[in-house]
């Protein structure tokens, strides 16, 4: 695949957050949670417990001359213990998922989120992304992924890796497309770090709290 490709078959790409962390993501950008983290300057315990295994609960981060940003919960990895490909580990693919900003590949995957039960009565911010902006921005940190990459809820999903997300030029999108489909050739959109000037690239804001 490249560039033109993507931009062709997803002009668009979307964000959701919690309204919550709207203000912080005005003043930073989106960051992975890994960069949350060494923004707030957390401790090793509060470290260890947010990147160590999957949060079973979002966490709202508060410091003193900061506005609030959230964690979000990664109860959906109900079965990733027994689904880690044997060329990865479960702490190389938890790295790999909390260094990286997120943003679905189509409308149809931000609504299954945005529909979820956890998620269906928070209030959300949703951010339409322009594709060819962020790629002109960010491409060599942009890599791409075929899978819900957080969500093992069954035991016969996909194994997965700290090598499940590949850059724009190796990705085998035709290859999907025939195998799984349009809607499967392609779910997540990632960018390694941070999209600190994500705010230069929006088409569009859902919910945006002034």
């Not at 479960?90 to 956890?118: H, P």
Request: with cysteine.
């Amino acid at each position: 695949m490249d560039a033109e490709e993507l931009i062709a078959h997803h002009p668009r790409v979307f964000h959701t957050m919690s309204a919550t962390a709207w203000p912080s993501v005005q003043r930073h950008g989106l960051l992975s949670t890994q960069q949350l983290i060494d923004l707030f300057n957390l401790d090793a315990v509060e470290r260890d417990r947010l990147l160590s295994a999957p949060r079973q609960r979002s966490t709202v981060l508060r410091a003193p001359g900061l506005p609030p940003a959230v964690i979000r919960d990664q109860k959906p990895m109900k079965f990733i213990a027994e689904k880690i490909d044997p060329n990865s580990s479960l702490a190389a693919y938890l790295a790999a998922i909390n260094s990286r900003v997120f943003f679905w590949a189509s409308a149809q995957r931000l609504d299954r989120l945005r529909q979820a039960k956890e998620y269906r009565t928070e209030d959300q911010v949703v951010l339409h992304v322009d594709t060819r902006a962020l790629v002109e921005r960010h491409g060599p940190r942009i890599e791409l992924c075929r899978l819900n990459s957080g969500a093992v809820t069954q035991k016969n999903h996909p194994l997965r890796g700290h090598r499940s997300w590949l850059p724009i030029s190796e990705y085998p999108y035709a290859e999907y497309r025939r195998r799984y489909g349009r809607d499967g050739a392609l779910v997540e959109v990632t960018v390694v770090d941070a999209v600190p000037d994500i705010l230069d690239l929006i088409d569009k804001i859902e919910g945006a709290i002034d």
